[in-house]
C-alpha cells in the first residue's frame, strides 16, 4: 500500500462547447472564465465574442415593446447593482455585457441569445417545420430515400 505524505489533489478536464459557433475549450481545471465562455440559466454555453448586447436589446424591444423592455432592463440591472457599477458610463449594453461577464454562470436567460430566439438551432428548426407541415420524420427519410444516395440527394437540393 502507499501512503502519500504531500498534499494531493485530484485535478479534472473541463470541456466547453459554444451552441452558436461550435467553439470549443479544454483544459484542466478550466472553468467557463478561462473558456471565455458564459452559461444561462437554461444551460446554453456560448463564447463572449457571440454575444452583442445591442442585438439583444434590440430582439427585447421588438418581443416586449420600448416601456417593458426598459422595465426588464432595470430591474436586471438593479438586482445586480454590484456587477456593473464598476462600469464607468452609463451605456444600458455595455453594463448588461459586464454584468454577464460578472455573473458567467447562469446569466438571465433574457439576455441569452438563444433563449431569446437571435441564434435557432436547426434541430429546432427542424422540430418546427416537421409540427407546422404536420410532417413525419420517418415519412421524410423515406422520400428521401427514394431520390437515391446523397449524392444524388443534394442534386435535387441544389436544384
Known amino acids: 500500500m502507499k501512503i502519500s505524505l504531500d498534499f494531493v ?3 479534472s478536464s473541463c470541456s466547453f462547447i459554444c451552441d452558436i459557433c461550435g467553439n470549443d475549450a479544454t483544459g484542466w481545471d478550466m ?17 463572449e465574442s457571440e454575444i452583442d448586447m445591442y442585438d439583444v436589446i434590440k430582439r427585447l424591444v421588438d418581443l416586449n415593446g420600448e416601456k417593458k423592455t426598459l422595465k426588464i432592463l432595470n430591474e436586471l440591472l438593479s438586482e445586480n447593482y454590484e456587477a456593473v457599477t464598476s462600469t464607468s458610463d452609463d451605456n444600458v449594453a455595455d453594463n ?14 433574457g439576455l441569452c441569445p438563444i433563449c431569446l430566439g437571435l441564434h435557432i438551432d436547426n434541430s429546432i428548426t427542424l422540430d418546427f417545420l416537421l409540427k407546422k407541415y404536420n410532417e413525419n420524420i420517418d415519412k421524410i427519410n423515406d422520400d428521401l430515400r427514394m431520390i ?5 440527394i443534394k442534386k435535387f437540393l441544389k436544384e
Open 148 to 152: 437515391g444516395n446523397l449524392g444524388t
Open 96 to 109: 448588461l455585457h459586464a454584468l454577464i461577464l460578472e455573473e458567467r454562470y447562469d446569466i438571465n436567460e
Open 9 to 11: 489533489t485530484n485535478s
Open 31 to 47: 472553468g467557463l472564465y478561462d473558456a471565455e465562455m458564459v452559461q444561462c440559466e437554461n444551460g446554453h454555453t456560448i463564447c
